[in-house]
T-cell receptor, first 115, second 112 residues
Framework: NAGVTQTPKFQVLKTGQSMTLQCAQD?????MSWYRQDPGMGLRLIHY???????DQGEVPNGYNVSRSTTEDFPLRLLSAAPSQTSVYFC??????????????FGPGTRLTVT | GDSVTQMEGPVTLSEEAFLTINCTYT??????LFWYVQYPGEGLQLLLK?????DKGSNKGFEATYRKETTSFHLEKGSVQVSDSAVYFC???????????FGSGTRLQVQP
C-alpha cells in the first residue's frame, strides 16, 4: 500500500491564482480530511468527508473547496489564493468505525507559498 | 470548544536523558487522546493513544497515561536518543467524532 499520497510537494502561487492540491489513499478509508499547519498553531481542520459524495466544513474552511467523487480521492481547491493561505497542507484518512478511536494516517504534506 | 495545550519548545536534551512533554486538554465527555510525531520533512505518524481514563498508551519506549482528574496526557520516555528528535503533537478527538484537535506541537532536539 502507498498509504496517503499528496501532490505536489511544493507550490508557489501568486495572489489571486487558483489551484488544486491532490490527495489519494489506497486503504479504502471512508473518512478523509484536510488540515493546514502553521507555526505555533498546530494543525487546524479545513474540510472533511465521511464518504463519497459527503463533505463538511472544519474549523477554517474559508477560501477552500472540496469534493469527494470517489472513496480514494479528496482534492482541495484554492479558489483565489491569498498570502494568508501560505502554509503546509496535510491530507489524512481513517477507517469509519462507530465507537472506536480513529487512528488517522497522514500524507507527507504540500508546502504552499502565496506571494 | 475542545482545546489542547502543550508545553512550548524547543526542548533540548542530551542523549539518554529523561523526557517529559506536558499536555492538558479541555473537552466535554471522554475524548480519545493521541500523541503524534512529525520527523523532519515528513507527515505526522501516530505514536500512541488512549481511549479511556487511566489507560496507558505506549510505543517505542514512549508512554502517556490518560488522567481524567487532571485532564492531562503527558508524554514520557526514560532515555531519549538522537533519533527521537522531532516535533510531538498532542491531540484529542471528541466522543463519536473523527476530527482531531491538535496542540501547537513541541519540538524536541536530542544532542549526542
Amino acid at each position: 500500500n502507498a498509504g496517503v499520497t499528496q501532490t505536489p510537494k511544493f507550490q508557489v502561487l501568486k495572489t489571486g491564482q487558483s489551484m488544486t492540491l491532490q490527495c489519494a489513499q489506497d486503504m479504502n478509508h471512508e473518512y478523509m480530511s484536510w488540515y493546514r499547519q502553521d507555526p505555533g498553531m498546530g494543525l487546524r481542520l479545513i474540510h472533511y468527508s465521511v464518504g463519497a459524495g459527503i463533505t463538511d466544513q472544519g474549523e477554517v474552511p474559508n477560501g477552500y473547496n472540496v469534493s469527494r467523487s470517489t472513496t480514494e480521492d479528496f482534492p482541495l481547491r484554492l479558489l483565489s489564493a491569498a498570502p494568508s493561505q501560505t502554509s503546509v497542507y496535510f491530507c489524512a484518512s481513517s477507517y469509519s468505525l462507530a465507537g472506536s478511536s480513529y487512528e488517522q494516517y497522514f500524507g507527507p504534506g504540500t508546502r504552499l507559498t502565496v506571494t | 470548544g475542545d482545546s489542547v495545550t502543550q508545553m512550548e519548545g524547543p526542548v533540548t536534551l542530551s542523549e539518554e536523558a529523561f523526557l517529559t512533554i506536558n499536555c492538558t486538554y479541555t473537552a466535554t465527555g471522554y475524548p480519545s487522546l493521541f500523541w503524534y510525531v512529525q520527523y523532519p520533512g515528513e507527515g505526522l505518524q501516530l505514536l500512541l493513544k488512549a481511549t479511556k481514563a487511566d489507560d496507558k498508551g505506549s510505543n517505542k519506549g514512549f508512554e502517556a497515561t490518560y488522567r481524567k482528574e487532571t485532564t492531562s496526557f503527558h508524554l514520557e520516555k526514560g532515555s531519549v536518543q538522537v533519533s527521537d528528535s522531532a516535533v510531538y503533537f498532542c491531540a484529542l478527538s471528541a466522543p463519536g467524532r473523527r476530527a482531531l484537535t491538535f496542540g501547537s506541537g513541541t519540538r524536541l532536539q536530542v544532542q549526542p
